[in-house]
């Protein structure tokens, strides 16, 4: 534990009031973390600096998951738009929303590669009800991850061997991308586990999908990792930290169901953690890996 958490860390309610808290991101500039309250359709942000808590904006169409592109500015999935998204200033333009003219499922959770390339997964739980987005039909018969280059408008279906990927990160050197699947208990012969697949992030290509860890209690949500390879994975009740071989080293405790977590603070060792219907903290003693030089 003390090689992972800072000597004498807690982990720290910053926030409570959501109904299902998910998509984290550190935003530097403000010193400040932003993620989604999904079913109330706002988007929160918590000021480490103050410690206040705004809505920084609301009926935003049910965002999930969000990252920082090359520029810095904030990229996100929408349920209710099926599609993914750029936020600059305040202003929301769609990026993608179609693959061959069929409509997304729902996008729920999204990485830049350090080429600019933006991939997320697309399983169908914006489409499932009317609870994180609207009851819809699956257009192009599956639950895929994409890869899209912003720079050509090229799409590109990366993984299409799974059931309802949902997280995903790339190793620190970007040869290995992983992504949970979360269909255990919703469809038959469903999956609860994180995989791992060899990537080519240069020409948008996946192989040899493995399964990289089973994670119990629950399933698997949002996770990162760190500067070592390691990854910070939510599940049921815990953050879980996982070596490269996938092995559990550690379980840090949380009260709720854990969602998602990303790393920030002024040095990137706090851990944000979303869990149903809080914002936690913990200081730890490493960051998140940071992209490759291009």
């Known amino acids: 534990m003390d090689s992972l958490l800072a000597h004498g860390a807690k982990l720290e309610k910053l926030f409570t009031g959501t109904t299902w808290a998910e998509g984290p991101v550190w935003l530097p500039e403000t010193q400040s973390v932003r993620w ?3 079913p109330r359709d706002r988007i929160m942000e918590y000021n480490s600096v103050s410690g206040e808590t705004r809505v920084h904006r609301s009926a935003v169409e049910y965002t999930n998951g969000r990252t920082l592109d090359r520029g810095g500015s904030v990229v996100q999935c929408c349920h209710g738009r099926r599609s993914i998204e750029r936020e600059v200033d305040g202003v929301v333009e769609t990026l993608v929303d179609r693959w061959e003219g ?56 990366v993984i299409t061997d799974m059931i309802y990927p949902n997280g995903l990160a790339f190793s620190p050197d970007e040869t290995i991308l992983y992504v ?14 994180i995989r791992a697949y060899d990537v080519d992030v240069a020409s948008a290509t996946t192989s040899n999908g493995r399964v990289f860890s089973e994670v119990r209690p629950g399933c698997p949500d949002g996770f990162r990792v760190d500067v070592d390879g390691r990854i910070w994975t939510s599940s049921e009740d815990s953050v879980q930290v996982l070596s490269v071989q996938g092995e559990v080293l550690e379980r840090i405790p949380v009260p709720e169901k854990v969602a998602n977590l990303c790393f920030g603070g002024e040095d990137g060792r706090d851990l944000y953690v979303t869990a149903t219907t809080s914002l936690y903290r913990i200081r730890t003693t490493t960051t998140q890996a940071p ?4």
């Open 102 to 157: 069929h409509r997304f499922n729902s996008p729920n959770d999204i990485v830049v590669a350090s080429n600019g390339t933006i991939w997320f997964t697309d399983p169908p739980y914006g489409i499932l009800s009317d609870v994180e987005g609207h009851q819809g039909e699956q257009e192009y018969g599956g639950c895929w991850v994409f890869c899209f280059d912003p720079a050509t408008d090229v799409l590109t279906p």
């Open 291 to 294: 992209r490759p030089a291009r």
């Open 180 to 193: 949970s699947d979360t269909s255990s208990g919703d469809v038959p012969n469903g999956q609860c586990h």
């Open 36 to 38: 989604s309250d999904i």
